[in-house]
């Protein structure tokens, strides 16, 4: 079985491999490509896997790190700015569309609990698909890129009450009692069980976990860190699953306890390579799974529903984008980008039929509505680019006003926050832009928290990590760490893969800074090149020269070195000839200094002696 398992899954990868990158190419989108893959090598397919079951348990983790992750980035305060928009556009959402489903389900036959569950799995809309389209548009910080925001993280944050109300609907309908033999393992206690379990995990996460991830991170060893990430996912799902709930519950609970550690962004960036894996994994099984019986057998019937599930959709989306005064254009975005229904539908369907409140037949026809949803999305956008926005953009279209709340300043990431990077964020914050600080010293983070700073662990020479932060989006990435090939590497690694993105780097000395310059780095400071001019110039007020003289003299020669770091940059690479330039140049600059002085000395007006003293009967005191 477990040969079977194993040849499953490469399988799986190999035809991901094939098909996955060939979508993105086309524009449909990755979770598309999981799909079809799934369904080419599915029993619809060429055969190759027949049983989904034997590699569901490991796929379906990929949905519970994904809930983990999206905990991590709920943030009770940040969603209270938000309440406005939850209330007026992410509820009315949820709950109108859940509504219309669940009439159209029991029109179909579907008694009022299953209906229930059908209406609120397909109120989901894909995290995946609108995120990622999200970003490829580049729309995070428009109207339609917020307003889809806010309503996919009230459906995330809609799924720990529907789980937990899963047990509830069973109770009700008699359904757990029938399938556990008598012994009814989803009674009402089970309210009260989650409230204590919550308050234990709560109580756990700001006691215990903090200090166990402050102490595996003072080891400096990365492994352990993600053996540790992996630990609290597994742990928080076990904990759930072993009072009869879902272990997605569990795991995103375990993420929103998390959310405001300054060691989340060391765990997303260790986790998501476990998420992205497992969760195509997820879609290549949904795929497999697909009950295309279902649709070969009443193909106008599920082509009908899907249409009027799409359709509730776009008209409960528009209509709430109308009522918020979005423009046209926006309105119409916002509605095809969460027309479908979501990966959460697949959990939540599975869920009910394990509780035995959604029927197998049922959980079929719906598991393909879903999926055909999904699959409609990238066409519809497409529809959408091709022939909806060139209408649109005419000569008469008044142009769409500006989002009142757009960000006044720029978002700015610092790498290490030591001395050199404290400095820095307090100018820059000063001026209004927004700091994201990261540093990979447990024991400078403690110290900082003490003075009410928020300062993330984590390494920001890694890739996952910097994406994490948000790197794709800042204005600006300031590398304040230690260690001159670790600037390097970073400042690569940034310049690589986020060309746009202004570097304002710390050197080690010129030769750092030139390696520097040569990566495009936007703005340079070697660490104690003004430390050290600065000191000069009070050493020449201690010696005797005026404040104004020594801060001339000061700025003299920083202007000169500045000069002398540029123009030296071109013969970087052949020795002999740079050094014979600096040698030039360091005597060139004694000479214009000296001119310098004695020009000054020269200008100088000599003050006339004073008088000598007349001569007294007494003497004078020695």
């Not at 109120?123 to 890129?145: K, L, P």
């Not at 009692?177 to 308050?199: K, P």
């Not at 001395?419 to 024991?443: C, E, K, N, W, Y």
Request: glycine share 8%; net charge neutral.
């Amino acid at each position: 079985m477990a040969g079977d398992t194993l040849l499953a899954v490469v399988i799986l990868l190999v035809v991901a491999v094939a098909l996955v990158p060939l979508f993105k190419w086309l524009g449909l989108g990755t979770v598309l490509g999981y799909l079809v893959a799934g369904v080419a090598v599915g029993p619809f397919g060429f055969r190759l896997i027949t049983d989904a079951e034997s590699i569901r348990s490991v796929s379906e983790f990929g949905v519970v790190i994904m809930l983990f992750l999206i905990g991590l980035e709920v943030k009770p305060r940040e969603l209270w700015h938000l309440k406005d928009k939850v209330v007026g556009m992410g509820l009315p959402q949820l709950l109108g569309t859940a509504v219309l489903v669940a009439g159209v389900a029991m029109a179909l036959g579907s008694s009022w609990q299953t209906a229930f569950i059908i209406g609120l799995s397909i109120a989901m809309s894909s995290t995946a698909i609108a995120i990622q389209t999200i970003q490829q548009r580049s729309i995070t910080a428009t109207d339609t890129g917020r307003a889809s925001l806010v309503i996919l993280l009230v459906q995330d944050l809609a799924v720990i009450p529907i789980l937990a109300l899963i047990p509830v609907l069973a109770a009700t309908s008699g359904a757990s009692v029938a399938a556990a033999g008598g012994g009814n393992a989803y009674g009402w206690w089970m309210a009260l069980l989650i409230i204590v379990g919550f308050i234990a995990v709560t109580l756990a996460a700001r006691f215990l976990i903090n200090p166990l991830m402050r102490w595996v991170a003072t080891t400096k060893v990365p492994e352990a860190f993600t053996a540790l990430g992996l630990l609290l996912v597994i742990a928080a799902a076990f904990a759930t699953q072993s009072l009869g709930l879902s272990p997605a519950l569990g795991a995103f609970v375990g993420g929103v306890l998390l959310a405001d550690s300054e060691y989340r962004h060391e765990l997303e960036s260790n986790l998501e390579p476990f998420k992205g894996l497992l969760l195509g994994l997820f879609f290549i099984t949904v795929g497999v799974g697909i009950a295309f019986g279902v649709l070969l057998s009443e193909p106008l019937k599920v082509i009908a529903i899907v249409a009027i599930i799409v359709g509730i959709k776009v008209a409960v989306l528009y209509g709430l984008a109308t009522f918020f005064r979005m423009h046209l254009a926006d309105r119409l975005l916002i509605a095809l980008l969460l027309s479908q229904a979501g990966e959460f539908a697949f959990v939540l369907l599975q869920v009910g039929r394990t509780a035995n409140i959604v029927p197998t037949a049922d959980g079929e026809l719906w598991a393909v509505v879903v999926a055909l949803s999904m699959a409609l999305t990238p066409f519809l956008l497409l529809v959408f680019d091709k022939f909806i926005i060139p209408r649109l953009n005419t000569a008469s279209q008044k142009p769409a006003e500006l989002p009142t709340d757009l960000p006044q300043s720029h978002s700015v990431i610092v790498l290490g926050y030591g001395r050199f990077g404290q400095i820095v964020t307090r100018l820059l914050r000063a001026q209004g832009h927004s700091m994201t600080l990261i540093d990979d010293d447990p024991a400078q983070i403690d110290l900082v928290k003490r003075f009410g700073v928020k300062v993330f662990y984590g390494d920001g020479g890694r890739l996952d990590m910097l994406r994490a932060a948000g790197a794709a989006e800042a204005e600006m990435i300031v590398i304040a760490v230690a260690n001159g090939d670790r600037i390097l590497a970073t400042a690569k690694l940034i310049r690589r893969h986020f060309p746009k993105v202004k570097i304002a780097a710390r050197a080690i000395d010129r030769s750092h800074a030139h390696q520097l310059m040569a990566l495009g780095v936007d703005a340079i400071e070697r660490e104690t090149f003004r430390g050290a001019i600065t000191l000069g110039e009070k050493a020449l007020k201690a010696l005797g020269h005026s404040a104004e003289d020594a801060r001339r003299l000061a700025a003299a020669f920083e202007e000169h070195d500045e000069r002398l770091l540029r123009e030296s940059y071109e013969l970087r690479g052949d020795r002999d000839a740079y050094i014979g330039f600096v040698r030039r140049s360091t005597e060139m600059l004694d000479r214009v200094m000296q001119a310098d002085r004695e020009q000054a000395e020269r200008t100088i007006p000599v003050e006339p002696a004073a008088p000598a003293p007349k001569p007294s009967a007494t003497p004078a005191a020695e």
